[in-house]
């Protein structure tokens, strides 16, 4: 009887562990899917496929290039394997829910991808990477990659020299506000850009419903995706939107569910 025991024990927990080790598996395919998903979706000439990682992380696809902008550490090395080409990786600012160093590091193991960063970030990876992979901007600073243009944007947050980014590839023009506050920079570039990613609130402390009306109102873009906030945040600005005047749709985007934006 102790023998027939012991032997239902271990057939118990070998059953136990497979499925264990199955769920794992099953988890990771599953965390996998969002990234395969943007990196297998056919994107036209006039269209944007935009994947939503939460807070400001956000995977951007054109036609012919593709960009990751304060990824932190929502990109696990596996995961960027799943992505296949990317062109650049661009970090706003240095805190910790926009940047991670040994992510960022990842992403470039497995891509090889120019990573740009803000003042605040640099110093994490100025010892880790390359010279010619690595590129610090300053506001108001441009520079290409691989046929895109970024263009830098001084922003109002607590960071280190915080950056916003202006990002043109493919013909199509889009501005990532990181989780900045309103800044009159962002008057240059007033009804030049296509789609406006913005923050909309918490946990910023810059950000709020009221300041990414403002940054609407001094870029005039056709779309608007927004990010960095709460629900209710999200209402009031809609409602804000609403009540402005502007001709502007807000597109809808949720977390780990990639789309495509067309213009």
Do not use: W
Not at 54 to 76: C, E, M, N, Q
Not at 190 to 217: Q, R
């Amino acid at each position: 009887m102790k023998k027939i025991a012991v032997f239902s024990f271990i057939i118990a927990a070998a059953i136990i562990a497979i499925a264990i080790f199955a769920f794992f598996l099953f988890s990771q395919r599953d965390s996998m899917l969002p990234f395969s998903a943007i990196n297998e979706m056919k994107v036209g000439e006039r269209e944007i496929g935009v994947l939503f990682l939460g807070d400001s992380a956000f995977v951007l696809k054109t036609s012919r290039h593709v960009v990751i902008v304060d990824p932190s550490s929502k990109i696990l090395r596996d995961a960027a394997k799943s992505l296949g080409k990317i062109d650049a990786v661009l970090i706003t600012h240095e805190h910790s829910d926009h940047f991670a160093s040994e992510a960022t590091l990842d992403l470039y193991r497995e891509s090889g991808c120019v990573i740009i960063v803000n003042e605040g970030a640099y110093g994490n990876l100025r010892t880790l990477l390359e010279q010619k992979s690595l590129v610090l901007m300053k506001p108001g600073e441009n520079v290409s990659i691989n046929g895109i243009l970024i263009e830098s944007v001084d922003a109002n947050h607590s960071a280190v020299s915080p950056l916003m980014y202006v990002i043109t590839m493919d013909g199509l023009t889009m501005l990532h506000a990181s989780d900045s506050g309103f800044t009159y920079s962002l008057g240059k570039f007033a009804e030049k850009i296509d789609l406006a990613i913005l923050p909309i609130g918490s946990p910023s402390p810059t950000a709020s419903p009221s300041e990414a009306l403002k940054m609407a109102k001094a870029v005039l873009p056709k779309k608007i995706v927004m990010m960095h906030g709460s629900s209710s945040e999200y209402s009031e600005f809609r409602n804000l939107l609403a009540n402005s005047g502007l001709n502007i749709t807000i597109e809808e985007v949720e977390a780990h569910k990639p789309r495509k934006i067309s213009f």
